[in-house]
């Protein structure tokens, strides 16, 4: 990460107008212990912020006049700032968001670790969550909703209509054929399909005597009658 830094640093032509020339330190300690290695960074840290700042804050002026966000209400003052005033003002009581950023035992699981135990304490103060488990995505939230309610409805509702105009437009399946009687069109009746017409049954003239005399019952019917 040190070296990661001092790349960084000496990359940018611009940076060496914010460079503290006391900050300046072109070989890293020959000490290995933990405690030089966090102050190079920190010293490091010192001197790319101001760079990072400025240019920060550049690229957002050059997106509120490209979007039309310049032209917002008196009333959101907080969005009207600088992303570096922004921040920097999160982050002069930090204990307050800290503490909501930190997770239960008992809402997520820890691998290899027992229940988690009702009070945690953190430098003499009781905290309701274990400081080694953080979610930080309320913050970024808290972020997306102030950019999302200072932008111009305007200039977003006309970006969502130009949008809609691109899509491409769901065409009804339409059987063009069928149009100028082209084709025979039925009409189902439900309570006449598969329905018969009785056809009459014209009965021959000798059905009858074949039918006496079928199996000898007309035989029959003469003895008895003697």
Known sequence: MVELLSSLSHSERCLETFVNPDLMTDTLPDSNEES?????????HTR??????TEIDKWQRKT?????????KGKLHTFNQNISDQVAGYMR???RMINRMYLRKSDVGVFGESAAEPATTVEGKDVEGDPELIDDSEFY????????ESCDSGASESAFYALRKKQNKKRKLVDRRASKS???????HEKIANFMAPVPMTVPPMASKLFENLFGTGNLQKSAAV
């Open 36 to 44: 030089d290695e966090w102050s190079q960074v920190q010293k490091l």
């Open 48 to 53: 790319i912020t101001p760079f990072r700042n």
């Open 64 to 72: 509120q006049v490209t979007t039309g966000a310049a032209a917002l």
């Open 93 to 95: 009581d930090p204990s």
């Open 141 to 148: 939230h808290q972020l997306l909703k102030e950019f999302l």
């Open 182 to 188: 082209r084709k025979i069109r039925y009409s189902v």
